[in-house]
């Protein structure tokens, strides 16, 4: 099991991969920066990596970490986005579900803004 953190700002934030190939490549190209854009109660950002989909879900859970394929874009979902109906995270369309972060961290997500630099790297 490879575990990554998610550094944003001051917040770090811990999370595991599955074992999957979206999830070996994300971790094979790391570290990996940019600069945050929310979408409801998620944190996406681009990342230089064409991922193919890979079993993509239309509903994901509270604190996946997915690759969306469209927008190469790496994703931390915390909570509803605008797509969502009642009970379920529903990101803009299917994503390749890759890990999942640490839950404790879910309320300082929320004060995350735009433009805010990320950065993932490996874990030790």
Same mark, same amino acid.
């Given at each position: 099991?490879?575990?990554?953190?998610?550094?944003?700002?001051?917040?770090?934030?811990?999370?595991?991969?599955?074992?999957?190939?979206?999830?070996?490549?994300?971790?094979?190209?790391?570290?990996?920066?940019?600069?945050?854009?929310?979408?409801?109660?998620?944190?996406?950002?681009?990342?230089?990596? #064409?991922?193919?989909? @890979?079993?993509?879900?239309?509903?994901? %859970?509270?604190? *996946?970490?997915?690759?969306?394929?469209?927008?190469? !874009?790496?994703?931390?979902?915390?909570?509803?986005?605008?797509?969502?109906?009642?009970?379920?995270?529903?990101?803009?369309?299917?994503?390749?579900?890759?890990? #999942?972060?640490?839950? @404790?961290?879910?309320?300082?997500?929320? %004060?995350?803004? *735009?433009?805010?630099?990320?950065?993932?790297?490996? !874990?030790?």
């Amino acid at each position: 099991m490879k575990k990554i953190k998610i550094v944003i700002d001051k917040l770090v934030v811990p999370a595991v991969l599955n074992d999957t190939k979206t999830a070996a490549a994300i971790y094979a190209a790391l570290p990996l920066q940019g600069k945050t854009n929310t979408w409801g109660e998620e944190i996406y950002f681009t990342i230089p990596l #064409k991922c193919p989909e @890979e079993d993509p879900k239309p509903v994901v %859970k509270l604190g *996946d970490l997915a690759y969306w394929t469209p927008g190469t !874009a790496f994703c931390i979902f915390f909570g509803l986005t605008p797509s969502s109906c009642k009970g379920e995270i529903r990101p803009a369309s299917p994503v390749n579900v890759f890990g #999942k972060i640490e839950l @404790e961290e879910i309320e300082a997500l929320r %004060k995350i803004k *735009d433009g805010v630099k990320i950065s993932v790297l490996k !874990a030790e």
